[in-house]
């Protein structure tokens, strides 16, 4: 009897050990599969980064820091022309060699996103027509390649020209990259960022865009506002104007 008894606990406390087992792994399981969704769910709500950066004048070594500083693994080259005669370090054959010492790749873009496509359709009395260029299958295909890289490295786009608004990288490539929903900057030359939006702020204020602000109108003022045609301009159409104006202004002219 008393053996009888024994067994019994034994397998009741079996039981309880087994059923408390099962609790804990399927807890686990769980946990595990809450973490991991929610992991992805912050994964998703997160858009891709996409950093532009000009050469100027910076030394080799400022120039790593920049990248490194805000973790560029890809350097996508948007110079029609990779070369630099001032500055050999700025070359596309040692700048390749530079930045894969470095753990960046390289990629040469310039041949669909450089500022002087050899499309003799992009040109106007030698002149290059960003609108013309930005229509372009070639132009649409890197807006692709760049937007399909970001989602797996953090790429730097880059130019010559040391101030972003002063360049096409900025006022053709990344006018157009917005529609892709990714999350621009611009890394400066003392290596601190300006968003894209920033440089959309400082784009209207330089060429006297930005919307004034908003006064309270009588009626008198708004029937006369009727009658001369006045309107209210949305941001989108007056960036739209600033694009064009900017891209006017920066647009390479061939030599005759």
């Known amino acids: 009897m008393l053996c009888s008894w024994y067994s019994a606990v034994n397998t009741r406390n079996?039981?309880?050990?087994?059923?408390?087992?099962?609790?804990?792994?399927?807890?686990?399981?769980?946990?595990?599969?809450?973490?991991?969704?929610?992991?992805?769910?912050?994964?998703m709500s997160q858009k891709r980064e996409l950093f532009t950066i000009g050469h100027s004048n910076l030394s080799e070594e400022d120039f790593i820091d920049h990248l490194k500083c805000h973790n560029i693994t890809a350097l996508g080259d948007v110079r029609s022309h990779p070369y630099s005669r001032y500055l050999p370090h700025f070359c596309r054959d040692y700048l390749k060699?530079?930045?894969?010492?470095?753990?960046?790749?390289?990629?040469f873009l310039g041949d669909q996103l450089g500022a002087r496509p050899s499309d003799e359709n992009c040109y106007v009395e030698g002149k290059a027509v960003y609108e013309?260029?930005?229509?372009?299958?070639?132009?649409?295909?890197?807006?692709?390649?760049?937007?399909?890289?970001?989602?797996?490295?953090?790429?730097?786009?880059m130019c010559a020209e040391k101030d972003p608004i002063t360049c096409h990288r900025a006022i053709l490539v990344c006018q157009y990259l917005r529609?892709?929903?990714?999350?621009?900057?611009?890394?400066?030359?003392?290596?601190?960022?300006?968003?894209?939006?920033?440089?959309?702020?400082?784009?209207?204020?330089?060429?006297?865009?930005?919307?004034?602000?908003?006064?309270?109108l009588s009626i008198f003022d708004?029937?006369?506002?009727?009658?001369?045609?006045?309107?209210?301009i949305s941001r989108q159409d007056l960036l739209a104007k600033a694009y064009e104006q900017k891209g006017n202004k920066n647009a390479y002219q061939s030599v005759r």
């Not at 079996?14 to 599969?33: A, E, P, Q, T």
């Not at 060699?97 to 990629?107: A, G, R, S």
């Not at 013309?132 to 649409?140: D, L, R, S």
């Not at 708004?222 to 009658?227: R, W």
């Open 179 to 216: 529609d892709f929903d990714l999350d621009i900057h611009h890394i400066l030359s003392n290596g601190d960022l300006e968003s894209h939006s920033q440089l959309e702020d400082r784009l209207l204020e330089s060429l006297d865009l930005l919307p004034k602000p908003q006064v309270q």
């Open 222 to 232: 708004e029937v006369n506002n009727m009658i001369n045609g006045v309107v209210n």
């Open 14 to 43: 079996f039981k309880i050990d087994l059923l408390y087992n099962s609790r804990s792994w399927l807890m686990g399981v769980f946990s595990y599969y809450y973490c991991l969704s929610r992991l992805m769910v912050f994964a």
């Open 132 to 157: 013309k260029i930005a229509n372009t299958v070639t132009f649409q295909q890197g807006l692709e390649r760049v937007a399909i890289g970001a989602e797996k490295h953090r790429i730097a786009l």
């Open 97 to 107: 060699f530079l930045l894969k010492k470095n753990n960046i790749q390289y990629v």
